[in-house]
């Protein structure tokens, strides 16, 4: 069940360039969350009938939880000001995150600051002794390559595309992701795909997850509004096991899924 907790700014630094590390000291949702799920930030400098913004959670952990975000508007313009020891409102746990197991090799694959609930995942994942995690992260250059540091240290294998060629493979970072599947299926090793970021890169893992009949676990990036299931602003279309078409609401019946029950 959600919580409305009060959290206190402990740190909030740059990520790279036009992105930002928020750390809050949040210890109720730090217990609670999962990875894959979001929270709800009622941004302390706008206007009070401003609603909130939702964020996808990188880490909680030790009563803290860190939120990676890239300056994309007025929200986050505002949420650039909050500074340490200032107190910040926070909802959740909200939605539903991705499995905490996997049989096979975990594939991260990730777009941008999509890469935020993959650092929980993976931290989960190496914690629970479940396989050893490969992070593929693309990007439009090098810039927007996150926290590749981090992941390193947690021991994730990583491995980068670029558009402009400035890190890792010159193109989409599908092409790596092939590269490692095709290695994978020649060794006849099971794997799991677990994918955030931009449509395009989601629908592209949704349809190797289904063409390799392998589990896929989309986090569908979709415009939230209310955040708890009451505006149906964020629909996506899913199959239902009869086969009929569903309009799910990604805050609260995702926001991730099976790859397989999407409807593109």
């Known amino acids: 069940m959600a919580i409305n907790e009060i959290t206190r700014v402990a740190s909030h630094e740059p990520a790279g360039p ?23 930030v009622k941004v302390p400098a706008l206007e009070a009938s401003a609603l909130r913004r939702p964020f996808s959670v990188f880490d909680a952990d030790n009563g803290q939880v860190a939120l990676l975000y890239k300056n994309v508007g007025r929200g986050t313009a505002a949420l650039n000001t909050v500074q340490p020891g200032e107190t910040v409102e926070v909802m959740g746990p909200l939605g539903h995150g991705f499995p905490e197991t996997c049989k096979g090799v975990p594939l991260l694959v990730g777009g941008g600051y999509g890469v935020a609930p993959l650092y929980f995942l993976a931290k989960r994942l190496l914690a629970a002794g479940i396989g050893k995690p490969i992070l593929f992260v693309g990007g439009r250059t090098k810039d927007d ?14 491995r980068t595309a670029t558009n402009d060629g400035s890190e890792g493979v010159k193109g989409f970072v599908t092409e790596p992701l092939d590269d490692a599947l095709i290695e994978l299926r020649q060794k006849d090793e099971p794997f799991e795909l677990f994918t955030c970021g931009p449509d395009g890169l989601l629908k592209a893992v949704a349809m190797r997850a289904t063409g390799t009949g392998m589990p896929g676990w989309i986090s569908m990036d979709r415009h939230m509004v209310c955040g708890v299931g009451a505006c149906f602003a964020c629909i996506q279309k899913v199959k239902l096991p009869n086969g009929d078409v569903f309009n799910a609401r990604c805050c609260v019946n995702g926001p991730v899924f099976k790859a397989e029950d999407l409807v593109w």
């Open 145 to 158: 390559l996150l926290a590749l540091d981090r992941f390193a240290a947690l021991g994730v294998e990583v």
């Open 18 to 40: 036009g992105y930002r590390f928020l750390v809050l000291d949040a210890p109720q949702l730090a217990a609670q969350l999962v990875p894959g799920q979001f929270v709800h």
